[in-house]
């Protein structure tokens, strides 16, 4: 059974800094390439950043791009996601999710919502103003 376990969520003032960890179980940790989303209240989720099964391709969303850092530690199979400058408008349910290819990501954007097998339950960020 697969599990995807997020932390570090919590409540920050903007410009302040959070790191996101998502633990894997269950799966084969190096055959996946693995993707952070959000959802915001009202809106639909979208990809946030997306990290390659060596870790050494990486993407980002444009409104986090040189705000938010992406990594993984294949000995722990482990997934963070450092938060720094954060606005009220990176408040969201952050999930972390997996996708089954060596190969992703292919392009200079985070795979599309479906491309993903197993996702995490999520865990809240909220930035106050």
């Known amino acids: 059974q697969v599990q995807l376990v997020e932390s570090g969520g919590g409540l920050v003032q903007a410009g302040g800094s959070l790191r996101l960890s998502c633990t894997a179980s269950?799966?084969?940790?190096?055959?996946?390439?693995m993707g952070w989303f959000r959802q915001a209240p009202g809106k639909e989720r979208e990809g946030v950043s997306c990290?390659?099964?060596?870790?050494?391709?990486?993407v980002y969303a444009d409104s986090v791009k040189g705000r938010f850092t992406i990594s993984r530690d294949n000995t722990k199979n482990t997934l963070h996601l450092q938060m720094n400058s954060l606005k009220p408008e990176d408040t969201a349910i952050y999930y972390c999710?997996?996708?089954?290819?060596?190969?992703?990501?292919?392009?200079?954007?985070?795979?599309?919502?479906?491309?993903?097998?197993?996702w995490g339950q999520g865990t809240q960020v909220t930035v106050s103003s």
């Open positions: 990290i390659s099964w060596s870790g050494r391709n990486t």
């Open positions: 269950g799966l084969t940790w190096i055959d996946y390439a």
């Open positions: 999710a997996a996708l089954r290819s060596t190969k992703a990501p292919e392009a200079a954007v985070v795979p599309p919502r479906s491309a993903f097998s197993y």
